[in-house]
């Protein structure tokens, strides 16, 4: 039987262990992010505008529904990494199984959900009428793979629960790579215009959850489950939805959805400026989201452990290392964001680029709080406190709309001199 590579967070110095975890936990969250990414870099160079905007508009709904799913899977984990911590690996497979009890019931749920109600939500988002057909195709052909994505989010979040954050980037960086030559085919060649995108994603996150499973059965018998271990215990499926649902609430609720609505108002020119600059500062900022989950898997074999001083310790070195990238964050949207939004659209469009620019220099000077924001949520979460980090989150929504609604839909920003 092959040895597991765990990563033990509950010994050696936490520095080192937490950059040793969050560099590949940084790549693999950029590979997957890179999914939209190249979908919407394929589909503005090579069917135009338009295609852009209309993919570009999903990013916030994408990230509502695949967050709540990440949210869910990671929440989970919290509890695997704890059990792990405190060496108890009976209760640890225990709490695998009902995960994927729990995972499996929610996306099922929805994506019948969202396969019914998928025109009336892009309505509420006001999505323009010449865009429906494509916007509503995309998104329908996500919402009926959720379950390939819930695979991938779940086995993934297994392994980094473990300590091990460097196999789930090596399978997505193989699927990245098949995302991106089916983008190709399927759009230049097959000519299957923005549906060929979401057919990408799907059949490339379906091997990387594959790849997850297989490595998974031969290299971790540690996770291998028995009968036993899906039996129904009282308290279990409890104890996971008070991590799960506040973090699946806490992905989702803070997504740009709201905003996003506000923005197609104003049509496919501001919803692919927007589009472009918000996958921009998604890349840049997920140093962020990394540590933040990095925190979490270290703060949770730790407090399994019992190591309390190990976890002062981890949190404060880790809220330093994020301040000190958000000046460099600070820097690059501000002065490169331009540069940046060429990947998307090509340098002639001046009023596209001009709209990411305006959300760049609008945005870049909260970084330092996003940054702190994420350290001591995913603390609490590892901590095994879900309820204040959710409270927050919903204070951010709460924020975002009451913003939207006092100021972004009076500004008649189509007519605004820049």
């Not at 790549?27 to 890179?34: P, V």
């Not at 089916?182 to 490339?204: K, P, Q, S």
């Not at 709080?369 to 590892?382: D, H, P």
Request: one cysteine or more; a positive charge; aromatic letters at 14%.
């Amino acid at each position: 039987m092959n040895k597991q590579k765990t990563n033990d967070m509950t010994v050696g110095n936490p520095v080192r262990l937490i950059i040793q975890f969050m560099i590949p936990m940084f790549l693999g969250n950029i590979f997957q992010q890179f999914y939209n990414i190249v979908d919407s870099i394929v589909a503005g160079q090579f069917i135009g505008v338009d295609a852009l905007a209309a993919i570009g508009s999903t990013g916030s709904l994408m990230f509502f529904v695949t967050g709540w799913l990440n949210g869910l899977s990671s929440g989970f984990a919290i509890i695997v990494a704890q059990m792990f911590g405190a060496k108890k690996y009976d209760d640890m497979r225990h709490f695998v199984a009902m995960s994927i009890y729990l995972m499996f019931g929610f996306a099922a749920a929805m994506t019948i959900g969202f396969l019914v109600f998928n025109v009336p939500i892009l309505r509420l988002m006001n999505s323009p009428a010449d865009l429906m057909g494509d916007v509503a195709g995309y998104m329908g052909i996500i919402y009926a793979g959720l379950l390939v994505t819930a695979a991938y989010n779940t086995l993934a979040a297994f392994l980094r629960a473990l300590g091990d954050s460097k196999s789930p980037l090596y399978f997505l960086i193989i699927s990245a790579g098949i995302n991106v030559v089916l983008d190709i085919v399927l759009i230049r060649f097959a000519g299957m215009g923005v549906e060929g995108c979401a057919y990408a994603t799907v059949i490339a996150q379906g091997v990387s959850a594959i790849c997850c499973l297989v490595y998974i059965k031969k290299k971790y018998p540690i996770l291998h489950l028995e009968k036993k271990n899906f039996e129904l215990r009282k308290g279990s499926m409890s104890k996971l939805m008070i991590l799960g649902i506040p973090m699946g609430l806490q992905f989702s609720i803070t997504a740009t959805i709201i905003v996003q609505s506000a923005v197609n108002i104003y049509g496919a020119t501001y919803m692919a400026g927007f589009s472009a600059a918000g996958k921009i500062q998604n890349v840049i900022g997920m140093v962020a989201v990394s540590m933040g989950a990095t925190i979490a898997t270290y703060v949770g074999q730790n407090r399994g452990a019992g190591r309390m001083d190990r976890v002062k310790q981890g949190v404060k070195y880790s809220w330093i290392m994020l301040l000190v990238w958000s000046v460099v964050e600070m820097a690059l949207v501000y002065f490169g964001g331009k540069y940046f939004t060429y990947l998307f659209i090509s340098p002639s469009q001046t009023d596209v680029v001009q709209v990411s620019v305006i959300y760049f220099r609008t945005v870049f000077w909260a970084y330092p709080f996003l940054c702190t924001i994420f350290v001591f949520r995913n603390a609490l979460q590892g901590m095994g406190y879900g309820m204040v980090p959710m409270l927050g989150g919903v204070f951010e929504l709460v924020a975002r709309t009451l913003i939207v609604v006092l100021v972004a839909w009076r500004i008649q920003w189509p007519g605004s001199q820049h």
